[in-house]
Nanobody, 126 residues
Framework: QVQLVESGGGLVQAGGSLRLSCAASGRTFSSNGMGWFRQARGKEQEFVASINWTGGSIYYADSVKGRFTISRDNAKNTMYLQMNSLKPEDTGVYYC???????????????????WGQGTQVTVSS
């Protein structure tokens, strides 16, 4: 069974840091683009960051640029999201996703991804 499992979420004060992990199992995702999305309560899902299969093409939402860093370790079949200088507006459920494409044309859109994790809660207190 192919699945993605997020971990690393939790409660942190504003200004703090968290590191999310997305571990893939069932098959390798080393040839797939991957991304992070988040959804705050009562709001629509939004793009956070994406990384192509080589790590050579990376995109961030403007709201997280300069604070978050996406990376991947293909040998471990794992993707990461380092989140620094967290703000209360970063609160939400964070989902990792894998694309069927090595380098999605539109990585900021959910339709580019066909495998999703169950999500991990991130709560930033003010």
């Amino acid at each position: 069974q192919v699945q993605l499992v997020e971990s690393g979420g939790g409660l942190v004060q504003a200004g703090g840091s968290l590191r999310l992990s997305c571990a893939a199992s069932g098959r390798t995702f080393s040839s797939n683009g991957m991304g992070w999305f988040r959804q705050a309560r009562g709001k629509e899902q939004e793009f956070v960051a994406s990384i192509n299969w080589t790590g050579g093409s990376i995109y961030y939402a403007d709201s997280v640029k300069g604070r978050f860093t996406i990376s991947r370790d293909n040998a471990k079949n794992t993707m990461y999201l380092q989140m620094n200088s967290l703000k209360p507006e970063d609160t939400g459920v964070y989902y990792c996703a894998a694309s069927q494409w090595p380098t999605p044309e539109n990585p900021g859109f959910p339709y580019e991804y066909n495998t999703w994790g169950q999500g991990t809660q991130v709560t930033v207190s003010s």
